[in-house]
């Protein structure tokens, strides 16, 4: 009798186990887009069916979720996903996601498909969805993916270096010109309410001034001083990188820079560009990195995760914690980039 109850135990166990396989992954790309989100998709594709899991993608974002919008995704879906930029699942802004109703309906939608476990890339936002559907329930992964760098939790995100690459090629040839009609040029990059692409941006093309919200420094004497002395020392160009959530806007800029200074200044906003292109190679390792540790986190039972780089190393913290972190500008990095720019 003893035997027999010890059999029945063991396969009560086994059978909990069975229940608790993940069987079905959902992912979604959801904000603004970000190069490296489509090597994020086929990482977590192919992870996921080389473990026996099935994939849907959810497409518009949780907009696709609200509305029962999806695809199956096999290993074939995915290939050449690694150059590509945007995402093949489309990504958009869902505001029904601030309504409880909708929220639940998202959640019931992702148990009337079967999802075991949803895998979200994108910014502050997505996480926040995520969260909510943690909190009804519905195992959620989040993979940071923005070209702000803005995430507080991780130390790099998905898409930063690429719009790093796209804005420094851009600057340089813009370059050309200024210095060809000895002019002074205000660039505008985007970042939101941060400066951390601002300042990768104007650190890596040299230039004359970077003006970013998180210390927006001292206009006179950054970057008024800096061209009236650049000219005097022989300099006949300038560039100035304005982070779009500066409290002055490009033109404004431009304008308080020909009234101070006289000098001949244009103004370039890069815009969307930004957000386009083929990744580069750190935001296709990266991708792969994250889409693999996302679909490994679901695997081993964890819920309402962030994967995040610290210390060079990718892991998982919990959403609360990663929500709750602050992530501050290099300032340092801003303060050697003042000091040379001479």
Same mark, same amino acid.
């Given at each position: 009798?003893?035997?027999?109850?010890?059999?029945?135990?063991?396969?009560?166990?086994?059978?909990?186990?069975?229940?608790?396989?993940?069987?079905?992954?959902?992912?979604?790309?959801? &904000?603004?887009?970000?190069? &490296?989100?489509?090597?994020?998709?086929?990482?977590?594709?192919?992870? @996921?069916?080389?473990?026996?899991?099935?994939?849907?993608?959810?497409?518009?974002?949780?907009?696709?979720?609200?509305?029962?919008?999806?695809?199956? %995704?096999?290993?074939?879906?995915?290939?050449?996903?690694?150059?590509?930029?945007?995402?093949?699942?489309?990504?958009? *802004?869902?505001?029904? /996601?601030?309504?409880?109703?909708?929220?639940?309906?998202?959640?019931?939608?992702?148990?009337?498909?079967?999802?075991?476990?949803?895998?979200?890339?994108?910014?502050?936002?997505?996480?926040?969805?995520?969260?909510?559907?943690?909190?009804?329930?519905?195992?959620?992964?989040?993979? @940071?993916?923005?070209?702000?760098? #803005?995430?507080?939790?991780? #130390?790099?995100?998905?898409?930063?270096?690429?719009?790093?690459?796209?804005?420094?090629?851009?600057?340089?040839? %813009?370059?050309?010109? /200024?210095?060809?009609?000895?002019?002074? @040029?205000?660039?505008?990059?985007? &970042?939101?309410? =941060?400066?951390?692409?601002? %300042?990768?941006?104007?650190?890596?093309?040299?230039?004359?001034?970077?003006?970013?919200?998180?210390?927006?420094?001292?206009?006179?004497?950054?970057?008024?001083?800096?061209?009236?002395?650049?000219?005097?020392?022989?300099?006949?160009? =300038?560039?100035?990188?304005?982070?779009?959530?500066?409290?002055?806007?490009?033109?404004?800029?431009?304008?308080?820079?020909?009234?101070?200074?006289?000098? #001949?200044?244009?103004?370039?906003? %890069?815009? =969307?560009?930004?957000?386009?292109?083929?990744?580069?190679?750190?935001? *296709?390792? /990266?991708?792969?990195?994250?889409?693999?540790?996302?679909?490994?986190?679901?695997?081993?039972?964890?819920?309402?995760?962030?994967?995040?780089?610290?210390?060079?190393?990718?892991?998982?913290?919990?959403?609360?914690?990663?929500?709750?972190?602050?992530? #501050?500008?290099? *300032?340092?990095?801003?303060?050697?980039?003042?000091?040379?720019?001479?």
């Amino acid at each position: 009798m003893p035997d027999t109850l010890i059999w029945f135990e063991h396969e009560e166990v086994m059978n909990m186990a069975e229940e608790k396989k993940i069987r079905r992954i959902g992912i979604l790309t959801s &904000g603004g887009d970000a190069p &490296g989100m489509n090597a994020v998709i086929r990482a977590v594709t192919r992870t @996921s069916i080389a473990n026996g899991i099935e994939v849907l993608g959810i497409l518009h974002g949780y907009a696709g979720l609200i509305a029962n919008d999806f695809k199956v %995704l096999t290993a074939r879906d995915v290939d050449g996903l690694l150059m590509k930029g945007g995402t093949i699942l489309y990504t958009a *802004r869902c505001e029904e /996601m601030f309504d409880p109703e909708y929220r639940q309906r998202a959640a019931d939608n992702c148990r009337f498909l079967g999802i075991d476990g949803l895998v979200c890339c994108g910014g502050d936002g997505t996480f926040r969805g995520a969260q909510e559907l943690s909190r009804l329930g519905v195992p959620c992964i989040c993979v @940071s993916g923005t070209i702000d760098n #803005d995430i507080p939790c991780t #130390d790099y995100t998905i898409g930063f270096d690429t719009a790093c690459n796209t804005a420094i090629t851009a600057i340089d040839k %813009l370059r050309d010109t /200024m210095q060809s009609h000895a002019r002074c @040029s205000v660039v505008e990059v985007m &970042g939101r309410h =941060h400066g951390h692409l601002a %300042l990768a941006v104007g650190a890596s093309v040299g230039a004359a001034a970077i003006l970013v919200p998180e210390d927006p420094g001292n206009f006179e004497q950054d970057v008024v001083e800096k061209i009236r002395t650049g000219r005097i020392n022989g300099r006949n160009h =300038h560039i100035i990188i304005v982070a779009e959530g500066y409290h002055m806007s490009c033109q404004q800029v431009a304008d308080k820079i020909v009234e101070e200074t006289g000098v #001949d200044t244009r103004i370039t906003i %890069l815009g =969307h560009v930004q957000r386009g292109g083929s990744p580069t190679s750190q935001d *296709r390792v /990266m991708a792969i990195k994250m889409g693999c540790a996302a679909v490994e986190a679901l695997m081993a039972g964890k819920a309402q995760r962030v994967i995040v780089l610290r210390d060079n190393k990718i892991i998982d913290i919990d959403i609360e914690e990663g929500l709750q972190c602050q992530k #501050d500008l290099d *300032r340092n990095l801003l303060e050697q980039c003042r000091r040379m720019s001479i």
